[in-house]
């Protein structure tokens, strides 16, 4: 039996529950409340020490890190593929999961809790969740929270957020202009990578993400959303768990993006 430890289908939670969906894998859910920051709490720590979503539990691994965690799934249980078979295909395919993990996921995640997520937080939920994360036992994530909370610095942030979203989205629209999938003629992972990040962008950042700028972009969401496994897995809903009507865009702060100049 698959477990799976995820959040609701937004982010790095949704790219494994696609994952599973689109290839119709049953699976024991295990919910973990991210805005309670129960990914830092000692129960979840024992099944991954980082503390973080999503984590695959197959027979005796636990296997954290979204792109490995769906990789895992191709290789164990190939049918129906998910991979490119040709080896530039592949290629292609992990290259756009460097760029999710490394400049895409932890720029959308800024800029969402700031736009959407913080916001609509009291002084008293902000007091409290500054109690929580001051017990966070992760040096770098009880940093990353405590900036994400203070608004420190948050315009140089943002606005290097924004350029690497609009960096990544240029290479996006230019991708779907060689072929309809981001790896290839065939939809693979890469496009279960990207989607849930990029399908916020027309309210994120209507100003990079619209019709005139990247109608191929848009035509693609459209595309990868009318799957029946995109579908399935968007409205999947953990046992006693709400799903917020807005749950594709429930984010909370994630690592910084990589800096390389």
Same mark, same amino acid.
């Given at each position: 039996m698959l477990e799976l #430890?995820?959040?609701w289908p937004c982010g790095h939670s949704a790219i494994a529950l696609i994952g599973l969906?689109?290839?119709?894998?049953?699976?024991?859910?295990?919910? =973990?409340?991210?805005? @309670?920051?129960? *990914?830092?709490?000692?129960?979840?720590l024992a099944?991954?020490?980082?503390?973080? =979503?999503p984590v695959l539990r197959h027979e005796a691994a636990a296997i954290a890190g979204?792109?490995?965690?769906?990789? #895992?799934?191709?290789?164990?249980?190939?049918?129906?593929?998910?991979m490119p078979v040709d080896a530039v295909g592949r290629w292609k395919?992990?290259?756009?999961?460097?760029?999710? @993990?490394?400049?895409?996921?932890? %720029? =959308? %995640?800024?800029?969402?809790?700031?736009?959407?997520t913080l916001p609509t937080l009291s002084a008293a939920e902000r007091g409290r969740l500054g109690e929580q994360v001051a017990m966070i036992p992760i040096d770098e994530r009880r940093a990353e929270w405590q900036l994400a909370l203070s608004e420190t610095d948050f315009a140089n942030r943002? *606005? #290097? +957020?924004? #350029?690497?979203?609009?960096?990544?989205?240029?290479?996006?629209?230019? %991708?779907? +202009?060689?072929?309809?999938?981001?790896?290839?003629?065939?939809? %693979?992972?890469?496009?279960?990578?990207l989607f849930p990040m990029l399908v916020v962008l027309p309210r994120l950042l209507p100003q990079v993400v619209n019709?005139? +700028?990247?109608?191929?972009?848009?035509?693609?969401?459209?595309?990868?959303?009318?799957?029946?496994? =995109?579908?399935? +897995?968007?409205?999947?809903k953990p046992a006693g768990t709400p799903l917020p009507a807005d749950s594709l865009e429930m984010f909370v702060p994630g690592p910084e993006p990589i800096r390389w100049g």
């Open positions: #430890y995820h959040s969906h689109e290839k119709g894998l049953r699976f024991e859910s295990h919910y =973990v409340e991210l805005r @309670n920051l129960e *990914q830092y709490s000692p129960r979840f099944v991954n020490p980082h503390g973080h =979503v979204t792109t490995a965690v769906l990789e #895992y799934v191709e290789e164990t249980f190939p049918t129906p593929a998910l395919a992990r290259v756009w999961g460097k760029i999710l @993990n490394e400049d895409i996921a932890p %720029s =959308v %995640s800024l800029l969402a809790w700031h736009t959407w943002s *606005q #290097y +957020a924004a #350029y690497k979203l609009g960096a990544a989205v240029s290479r996006v629209e230019a %991708s779907l +202009a060689q072929h309809p999938w981001l790896a290839g003629p065939h939809y %693979s992972l890469a496009d279960i990578y019709a005139p +700028a990247t109608p191929r972009l848009l035509a693609w969401l459209k595309a990868v959303r009318d799957r029946p496994g =995109v579908r399935s +897995a968007l409205s999947f």
